[in-house]
């Protein structure tokens, strides 16, 4: 059972280039999350998604995009990066089966905009 | 706005000792609490969740502990093991599919 998988690990991206940072979930959960992690600062929400269809900003969606693609995968997208974007970005995803579910994590993408 | 606090952000203990990180919330209609365990280069690792009817909740070695009066919640560990090394988060629903997280505390085993 892998749980939540990231991909990449890591990438190094020049200012203004764009990419995509790919998550899936093995849970059958129904809501995914994006977070980032700076140094010094607990993870902020970006997007998250409640089910498969529906996608909702969070704390900070700025320069972000998001994609449910199916209930397994939720991908991020920066489409034209910031160096304020480095930082190291976290999927999570939860079972809604009862209220009191904790959110699962991947071991993340550690992204660099030079 | 609402937030969630950490007394210390640094914690060492002696391998064997028990170990006690701390949590200050400030959301008062916040009714669920998580404490996530963070290693190096890992994603946060759920380690035991509490609902606010609850003022107790023991798993395997793990303690968490809720006093709503003060708005506070502190993880203990017992006997600590050099495993235990990683930073721990405290975490608060703050909607029903928003958490909100504290900056963390980094506990350090001493051998």
């Known amino acids: 059972n892998a749980g939540v998988t990231q991909t990449p690990k890591f990438q190094v991206l020049k200012t203004g280039q764009s990419m995509t940072l790919q998550c899936a979930q093995d849970?059958?959960?129904?809501?995914m999350y994006w977070y980032r992690q700076d140094p010094g600062m607990g993870l902020r929400l970006i997007y998250y998604?409640?089910?498969?269809?529906?996608?909702d900003k969070g704390e900070v969606p700025n320069g972000y995009n998001v994609s449910r693609l199916n209930k397994r995968e939720f991908s991020l997208r920066l489409e034209s990066a910031a160096p304020s974007q480095t930082s190291v970005y976290f999927c999570?995803?939860?079972?809604?089966?009862?209220?009191?579910?904790?959110?699962?994590f991947g071991d993340g993408t550690r992204l660099s905009i030079l | 706005g609402e937030s969630v606090g950490l007394h210390l952000p640094t914690l060492s203990v002696q391998e064997g000792d028990n170990s006690i990180i701390n949590c200050a919330y400030s959301?008062?209609?916040?009714?669920?609490f998580i404490w996530y365990k963070q290693e190096s280069g890992k994603g946060p690792q759920f380690i035991i969740d509490?609902?606010?009817?609850?003022d107790k909740r023991q798993g395997q070695r793990v303690t968490v502990l809720l006093n709503k009066t003060v708005k506070h919640l502190s993880l203990q560990i017992a006997a600590t093991q050099p495993g235990d090394s990683a930073v721990y988060f405290c975490?608060?629903?703050?909607?029903?599919?928003?958490?909100?997280f504290g900056t963390g505390t980094r506990l350090t085993i001493i051998p």
């Open positions: 999570a995803s939860r079972d809604q089966e009862g209220s009191n579910q904790p959110q699962h």
């Open positions: 849970m059958n959960h129904n809501s």
């Open positions: 998604s409640a089910s498969e269809g529906t996608t």
């Open positions: 959301n008062s209609a916040s009714d669920y």
């Open positions: 509490i609902r606010s009817n609850m």
């Open positions: 975490a608060e629903r703050s909607g029903n599919e928003k958490l909100t």
